[in-house]
């Protein structure tokens, strides 16, 4: 059976195709080490032991996060924990580029959330709950730090859609 989300909330749709490929890495990885430890004649119990233990660790670090949003909050699900902060109470908000560039958001109650902004731009319903709650904070006067940061976000996110349409569309 199938985990509800609550009424309202959107989710990543990129992310079932990569953690798919994520586990499926983890499970090559299994496979060709036992086969080369197997065909090398030092295959024991405990070696395989080992290259599972370490495919696990491999499916850990490259299973990326999941992202969801509901009217007023945001949520980031790691293997391990799940962090949620409430968008229409935003104080501060940063992002960082670079090779791994990530968003990071803070609210009135202490809590951080810590996202790759790629995931905005791919899914346009998260992007505009994000984007609702700032403007509720904003509003609210609670942003003390940031606000530019999803205005610039935003327009490149535009962008980029403007872009792809036009692409798709064939004018471009």
């Known amino acids: 059976m199938r985990r509800s989300r609550p009424v309202g909330s959107v989710g990543?749709?990129?992310?079932?195709?990569?953690?798919?490929?994520?586990?499926?890495?983890?499970?090559?990885?299994?496979?060709?080490?036992?086969l080369v430890d197997w065909d090398a004649g030092s295959l024991t119990?405990?070696?395989?032991?080992?290259?599972?233990?370490?495919?696990?660790?491999?499916?850990?670090?490259?299973?990326?996060?999941?992202?969801?949003a509901g009217p007023g909050w945001l949520a980031?699900?790691?293997l391990?924990?799940?962090r949620i902060i409430h968008t229409d109470e935003l104080t501060t908000v940063w992002q960082y580029d670079g090779?791994?560039?990530?968003?990071?958001?803070r609210d009135?109650?202490?809590?951080?959330?810590?996202?790759?902004?790629?995931?905005?731009?791919?899914?346009?319903?998260?992007?505009?709950e994000l984007d609702t709650g700032m403007r509720r904070s904003a509003e609210r006067g609670t942003v003390r730090h940031g606000a530019d940061v999803l205005e610039r976000l935003g327009h490149r996110i535009d962008d980029e859609t403007a872009q792809?349409?036009?692409?798709?569309?064939?004018l471009s």
């Open 164 to 170: 792809a349409v036009l692409r798709i569309s064939g």
């Open 76 to 78: 980031v699900r790691t």
């Open 108 to 128: 009135v109650h202490g809590h951080r959330l810590e996202f790759d902004p790629r995931v905005l731009a791919a899914n346009p319903l998260i992007w505009h």
């Open 80 to 82: 391990l924990r799940r």
């Open 45 to 68: 119990p405990l070696r395989a032991l080992l290259w599972s233990t370490l495919s696990a660790a491999v499916c850990a670090v490259l299973l990326p996060q999941r992202v969801s």
């Open 12 to 34: 990543d749709r990129h992310w079932r195709g990569s953690a798919r490929l994520a586990v499926s890495c983890a499970l090559v990885f299994c496979a060709m080490s036992l």
């Open 99 to 105: 090779v791994s560039s990530h968003l990071v958001l």
